[in-house]
């Protein structure tokens, strides 16, 4: 992990994580929740205003660009995706920069594509990038580089995606953001649906019955992804924290909230 010897074992000692990778998912900064943003950037700062390294992980730029497109719905074609995506990716990054500016923190842009992390001097590149903008205490706001990601070469999720960066840079902690505040033994809206506060590592979730999560048509990823992220990085080393993105704050100050996602046990 980032600080030599540290691991953060539970929620109390998410505020000692030196290094935080942050995810957000499509439906919780566009569209009607674009508001999200500015209290979403309020627990970042707060994160990196007590010396934490964050990063954030945010997905929207297709979503995002689809009202300037004058698109009533996520386009289904690639070559829409990527237009949608080459005009919303701009504005996803000045409406975080125009938030973080409050709080003097600069954003740095990273676009990755499965192939970044896939080939060795490709990852190499990125790893080296990551750090120096850490080292220089940039904010990195990483997304898919979907204006030239194919089919062939997509990650699929972001969830996927920030599970990889967070082993990237050797995170002591991935929170993932969604419009749902946790991990439910069936989907939430269901009867008898119960929170499930803690997922030990190597706990195969095998009473859970799986839901979406996300708006339709808006975000890709859903409660399947997550768990599939939080099982990747919890065995690389970095526990998993999953709530709601109006809860940023909460999350990481520590509070009992969402669903912890135990990492696997040093050796």
């Known amino acids: 992990m980032s600080d030599q010897g540290s691991r953060i074992l539970d929620r109390s000692q998410v505020p000692s994580a030196s290094r935080i990778v ?3 998912g499509s439906s919780s900064i566009s569209g009607e929740n674009v508001g ?3 209290p979403l950037v309020d627990a970042l700062a707060s994160a990196h205003a007590r010396g934490s390294e ?4 945010s997905s ?3 979503a995002t660009g689809m009202p300037f497109l004058r698109l009533d719905s996520r386009p289904t074609d690639l ?3 990527q237009a949608a995506a080459a005009v919303g990716q701009n504005l996803l990054i000045y409406r975080y920069q125009e938030s973080l500016r409050r709080y003097d923190i600069v954003a740095g842009q990273v676009l990755l594509t499965s192939g970044d992390i896939e080939n060795a001097a490709h990852r190499s590149n990125a790893q080296r990038a990551m ?3 850490l080292g220089l205490r940039i904010l990195p706001i990483v997304n898919e580089n979907d204006t030239v990601a194919t089919q062939e070469i997509r990650f699929g999720d972001n969830d996927r995606l920030a599970a990889l960066v967070a082993e990237l840079i ?3 902690l991935l929170v993932l953001l969604s419009d749902v505040d946790a991990l439910y033994t069936r989907p939430p809206h269901e009867p008898g649906a119960e929170r499930i506060p803690h997922v030990p590592y190597g706990d195969d979730l095998a009473s859970v019955v799986i839901g979406e999560i996300g708006a339709a048509g808006v975000g890709t990823g859903g409660a399947g992804t997550k768990i599939a992220a939080a099982r990747h990085a919890a065995a690389s080393g970095t526990p998993v924290l999953l709530a709601a993105t109006g809860s940023a704050t909460e999350a990481l100050a520590g509070a009992s ?3 912890w996602f135990a990492a696997a046990p040093t050796l």
């Open 22 to 24: 942050v995810k957000v």
């Open 36 to 38: 999200q943003i500015g």
């Open 54 to 57: 964050v990063v954030l992980v």
């Open 60 to 62: 929207g730029a297709i």
């Open 79 to 81: 070559a829409t995706q």
């Open 131 to 133: 750090e120096r903008l």
């Open 170 to 172: 050797g995170a002591d």
């Open 257 to 259: 909230i969402g669903t």
